[in-house]
């Protein structure tokens, strides 16, 4: 299927509704099978879903791939990845943001010193003298890591500048009809489309931000 170049030529969307309730759902459930949305000749199902914990200001974006394999075997494999599209709220995000500002003055402060210590050693020895030291593989790698994750985390928080999810989304034109129940609304699939698209973009971007920062304070230790 592809609406405005969200593409999925493998596949199609499904959209149940908050509105849909309990029965709604089942009801749905059962037109998606009978209709053949999914049946045996189905290979992989994806599902996406966006929850919010209002107290903690927490988004969960989960995706979950189910692939039916030909020996009856169904594996699994999923993402669960929280973030905050609020960061600098209250008293607490402007303390954050000053830290923040902290960390990057003392990050680019930890890469002139390197880079003067390069030029030193070059000067004595040349800069193969420098990079005869595992130690400093490791102190530059760690640099390079933490300002890339400032590039990250800068633009993560560009893109929650630009994050207004609505509470649900008009997809289908009646979700009481006796029949045709997917008859779509084109803008609101256009939208929930917009919204999972960047909400998955916003997820990524925290998995990798939260992995570089791993390897990155593993490499701070060893220093």
């Not at 099978?33 to 290979?43: A, K, N």
């Not at 692939?67 to 607490?92: C, D, H, L, N, P």
Request: charged share 20%; with cysteine; glycine share 6%.
């Amino acid at each position: 299927a592809t609406v405005d170049g969200y593409e999925d030529s493998a596949g199609y969307p499904l959209f149940f509704d908050v509105n849909l309730g309990n029965a709604g759902a089942k009801r749905f459930l059962a037109y998606a099978r009978e209709g053949f949305f999914l049946d045996s000749d189905t290979d992989t199902m994806t599902m996406y879903m966006v929850t919010y914990n209002s107290e903690a200001k927490l988004f969960c974006n989960t995706e979950i791939e189910f692939k039916f394999e030909s020996g009856g075997r169904v594996a699994m494999t999923y993402i669960v990845q929280t973030f905050r599209a609020e960061m600098y709220t209250g008293e607490s995000g402007a303390f954050r943001r000053r830290l923040e500002y902290a960390f990057l003055a003392l990050t680019i402060f930890n890469l002139v010193f390197e880079l003067i210590e390069m030029i030193h050693i070059s000067c004595q020895g040349g800069l193969v003298q420098y990079f005869r030291s595992l130690w400093n593989y490791i102190d530059m790698a760690n640099i390079i890591l933490l300002l890339v994750n400032v590039a990250i985390w800068t633009e993560f928080n560009a893109a929650a500048k630009e994050y207004y999810p609505k509470e649900r989304y008009d997809v289908y034109v009646d979700l009481n009809k006796d029949a045709n129940f997917l008859e779509t609304n084109l803008d609101g699939l256009r939208e929930m489309l917009s919204f999972f698209h960047s909400t998955k973009a916003m997820s990524d971007k925290m998995l990798n931000y939260m992995t570089i920062n791993g390897i990155g304070l593993i490499l701070m230790v060893l220093r």
